[in-house]
């Protein structure tokens, strides 16, 4: 049986994880055409006559949007939800874990597994392997290498919802 048929008798969030070039896209196209279950994703905010535009300055609204719109899912008891975010940080998560936690959701995570090379031997994102990906992909958005370092340097590793309800978003003075 698979794993969601086996969920599907209780509500489900999947929080997909992953660095650009790291196959997130794919995987959440996978999840959500296996299982039915819609995706929010804070990208979807920069969305223009079919056409991102990318505005930093707005990234706050965009996540705020996001997360309204996955609580209005959980508020209809839709059974499984997918959220499609980086989510390198665990505090990213926060407001998502909580709100599963308050209509009843059970929360798994899932990070891209389809190539070896996503990895070095110590479990970390390789940065090579998703620069060359970025480079080999027409799908995605091109990350600046630079950019891609500071995203792998600064993930966290091994989730759980306790580790995500005890985070703090840092405070920057």
Do not use: C
Request: glycine share 6%; hydrophobic share 30%.
């Amino acid at each position: 049986m698979n794993w969601f048929k086996k969920m599907s008798q209780q509500k489900l969030l999947i929080i997909t994880r992953g660095p650009s070039g790291s196959g997130k896209s794919t995987m959440v196209e996978q999840l959500s055409s296996e299982t039915g279950a819609p995706v929010f994703s804070s990208d979807e905010y920069f969305m223009q006559s079919g056409k991102y535009a990318f505005d930093p300055s707005k990234l706050g609204i965009a996540h705020e949007w996001n997360l309204n719109r996955a609580r209005e899912a959980m508020q209809e008891q839709v059974p499984i939800i997918i959220i499609d975010n980086t989510n390198s940080k665990f505090w990213e998560m926060r407001n998502y874990v909580t709100s599963a936690q308050e209509f009843g959701y059970q929360v798994e995570f899932k990070e891209p597994d389809w190539d070896s090379g996503l990895k070095d031997e110590n479990g970390r994102w390789n940065v090579d392997f998703l620069d060359r990906m970025q480079d080999s992909s027409s799908r995605n958005k091109r990350v600046p290498r630079q950019v891609l370092e500071r995203m792998v340097g600064g993930y966290e590793y091994d989730p759980s919802v306790e580790k995500i309800l005890s985070s703090e978003r840092p405070v920057f003075k």
